[in-house]
């Protein structure tokens, strides 16, 4: 069995213990029942300053980004600005394309001045330094694709022992050598991942875009505090949820939906008469109080979340490695783009950093004030959660209330997609004749089919020609229309130009936000809707606790609105008290005596019971 405490032994290789060989991570340097967990942290001795150079200050006067030219419609001067500006990595056969959006000479100049204090934030961070100074901690989600960028030993020797476990757990469970109890002669079948947020998205964008169309094993999410969406996963494993392996993902643990999740299926698991633990994996901080039940109650694995990796950005870590393994997608080559990307994205030339030149367009066309939203538009259908992936990434990095001085400066950008060609009868219209608050970023995929698999449907055309002239035809149709757009294509989908194109989009978000000057790398209002949503939970114990009281009297005292706030202190919530009782009564917890939930002023309500231990109080 996996155990965290294991992984710091040490172990100075990438070999995994089993038979799969270790690539390195080298980049060429190319253009082109309830619980909480506690806290942990990291303390690193370097420290990255609040205060960043004149360069990367969130001041947005020193920019005259207001006064914008036509865009070119000449097509040899388009076609210059084209070649200029066309960027290319080689060794992950990804291009970038920021032709048709429309900066000018004087705004590059501009930018390459502030982008120095950017570069040196993002050389300060890789380097270990505190670049979430709001929560004490380091960012280093680079470190897990290259390892040996890690600022202490011990980090670097976690990170390799982490992925030889990844490896040999996932070749171990595919195999079946590890198998499910109720079925010793069989193997397991599914995976059910209990996970929210960043603990979801990553992983689902993952296997929609590289799971096999039959993988080793199919895999399901809970990823919501949905009843009926967890109870339709459960049903849909039917028998097979005794060969099912069950990750539960969460790094602090104090998310209840994760929470929530783990105990529906814990039920399901009893009322099938299965072993939960045997079938369990857990993917969270070590000694935890999940890591420490799951080692109690001998679940069948444990690996770790790291302190220094925020949950938007943990798909290359075992939150997104173990998945993805086990549905047979080669990890290390996912992580291999991603290195690549990253040693591409270090160069301090603007020009050549795919990464500054998308944090570039991202200022030019919100006015770096987030005044435009960010269309992003995948023409290929493995590809459709990718925006998902991305509305996570950037809004919840870039939405910001302050800046780094505490300034009020309500920063973000507005992240929403869909897919090519589907997009042609959904919302393209408005993009090309509607509002004009958005700027597009189309994502084309060279590769239609497997080598040796397409075929024409009308002489000289094939499917996948009607899916490149789609994307081709909206981009030159939005430009026309002064509609700005952004192309990032790559040759085909693989472990590795995914891992690239995750890569990419990390880097420019804390590109971005050192332009703006902002913490890219915290999430207080995430937190506020927790607290809000706690609060909400302690006012409805308050309620039943008010109820149960009433219904335990004889006769039945049957209680208003304003009797219930009235006895639970807080006139004021009125509002919020009409919404739990209708809600409750919506699912018979509470019943209705007089009137009806239509008309609050009307509505005496009562428990069905009266609970003499008043298990609410």
Not at 463 to 491: H, K
Request: a negative charge; charged letters at 20%.
């Amino acid at each position: 069995m996996a155990s965290l405490s294991s992984l710091y032994s040490s172990s100075p290789t990438l070999k995994p213990s089993k038979t799969l060989s270790v690539k390195p991570l080298t980049a060429p340097t190319t253009r082109g029942d309830s619980f909480s967990f506690p806290h942990t942290s990291s303390k690193p001795t370097n420290h990255l300053p609040l205060t960043l150079s004149a360069a990367s200050r969130s001041d947005t006067s020193h920019l005259d980004v207001s006064a914008k030219k036509e865009l070119i419609k000449d097509p040899d001067a388009l076609w210059k600005r084209y070649l200029d500006w066309l960027y290319q990595q080689k060794d992950i056969g990804l291009y970038l394309d920021v032709s048709r959006v429309g900066f000018t000479d004087e705004f590059v100049a501009d930018m390459e001045e502030r982008f120095k204090g950017a570069f040196k934030a993002m050389d300060d961070l890789e380097k270990g330094s505190i670049a979430n100074p709001d929560e004490g901690r380091m960012v280093g989600h680079y470190w897990l694709r290259n390892s040996s960028l890690a600022p202490r030993p011990a980090l670097k020797t976690l990170i390799e022992n982490t992925l030889d476990s990844i490896c040999s757990f996932a070749d171990d469970i595919v195999s079946g050598k590890i198998k499910p109890p109720s079925s010793p002669a069989g193997r397991f079948t599914q995976i059910l991942s209990v996970g929210i947020g960043g603990s979801a998205l990553g992983p689902q964008f993952v296997a929609e875009a590289l799971a096999p169309d039959n993988p080793p094993l199919k895999i399901r999410f809970i990823d919501n505090t949905d009843p009926a969406g967890i109870d339709h996963q459960i049903a849909q494993l039917g028998p097979e949820l005794a060969s099912t392996l069950v990750i539960v993902i969460s790094k602090s643990g104090g998310t209840p939906e994760t929470r929530n999740g783990l105990l529906e299926v814990q039920k399901a698991f009893r009322d099938a008469g299965l072993n939960f633990a045997k079938q369990g994996v857990a993917i969270t901080q070590e000694n935890s109080l999940l890591d420490n039940t799951a080692r109690i109650e001998g679940w069948l694995a444990r690996f770790p979340m790291y302190d220094w990796v925020g949950g938007r950005t943990s798909v290359m870590s075992a939150v997104g490695l173990l998945p993805a393994a086990l549905q047979g997608i080669d990890i290390r080559e996912m992580l291999a783009g991603a290195a690549i990307m990253d040693e591409a994205t270090r160069t301090t030339t603007l020009k050549n950093n795919p990464a500054a030149l998308l944090a570039m367009c991202w200022y030019w066309a919100s006015d770096g004030v987030g005044s435009k939203d960010m269309v992003i538009l995948p023409y290929k259908d493995s590809l459709l959660l990718f925006s998902r992936y991305l509305q996570q990434l950037v809004m919840e990095s870039l939405g910001k209330e302050f800046d780094l001085d505490g300034n009020t400066v309500n920063q973000g950008l507005t992240v929403y997609g869909n897919k090519g060609s589907t997009d042609q009868h959904a919302y393209i219209q408005q993009l090309r004749e509607g509002v004009h608050n958005f700027f597009a970023t189309f994502i084309e995929v060279l590769r239609d089919r497997p080598p040796g698999h397409d075929w024409d449907l009308e002489p000289g055309v094939t499917c996948g020609d009607y899916l490149f002239g789609m994307l081709q035809g909206t981009r030159s149709a939005l430009y026309a229309n002064g509609r700005e757009s952004i192309s990032v294509t790559i040759e085909e989908v693989t472990p590795r130009s995914v891992g690239a194109l995750i890569a990419l989009y990390e880097r420019a978000v804390g590109l971005y936000a050192s332009l703006v000057n902002i913490n890219a790398y915290h999430q207080p209002g995430v937190e506020a809707g927790k607290k809000a949503a706690a609060e909400v939970l302690a006012l409805q114990k308050r309620v039943l606790s008010v109820l149960n009281e009433a219904s335990c009297k004889d006769p039945v005292e049957p209680l208003t609105l304003d009797e219930i706030a009235d006895r639970c202190h807080a006139p004021e919530e009125i509002e919020m008290i009409y919404k739990i009782i209708a809600h409750m009564s919506a699912n018979d917890r509470v019943l209705i005596a007089e009137g009806s939930c239509g008309s609050p002023r009307s509505v005496k309500v009562f428990l069905g019971e009266c609970n003499v231990d008043d298990m609410y109080a």
